[in-house]
């Protein structure tokens, strides 16, 4: 299994209907049929000093392969998130992990 795991640092300037937007947006990769397993979220309310509580949205994608990943990057739901949405953010980090 191949897990993806995407993390968003939002810009400060968005509105709260531009978040939500992007909220929105993110639910469309879910749904992309390469996809296996998929969940979104805002930080968890956990509190210790090793926890970065720092980022907007997380994203965690689990794919059957590498091969799934690999169609995922190219779907034209995921160009058009990329498209739609890369201004909305100041930093993403990624990190794939397999299992």
């Given at each position: 299994?191949?897990?993806?795991?995407?993390?968003?640092w939002l810009s400060d300037q968005l509105s709260v209907s531009e978040r939500k937007n992007f909220e929105i947006e993110l639910e469309t990769l879910i749904k992309i049929p390469s996809v296996l397993?998929?969940?979104?979220g805002k930080p968890a309310d956990t509190n210790r000093?090793?926890?970065?509580?720092?980022?907007?949205?997380?994203?965690?994608?689990?794919?059957q392969g590498m091969a799934e990943?690999?169609?995922?990057?190219?779907?034209p739901i995921h160009r058009a998130f990329?498209?739609?949405?890369?201004?909305?953010?100041d930093k993403v980090l990624i990190y794939d992990i397999e299992t």
């Open positions: 299994m191949h897990q993806h795991l995407v993390f968003f397993t998929g969940y979104y000093p090793v926890i970065d509580r720092s980022y907007s949205f997380g994203l965690m994608l689990g794919f990943h690999d169609q995922y990057q190219i779907d990329v498209e739609n949405n890369s201004h909305k953010w």
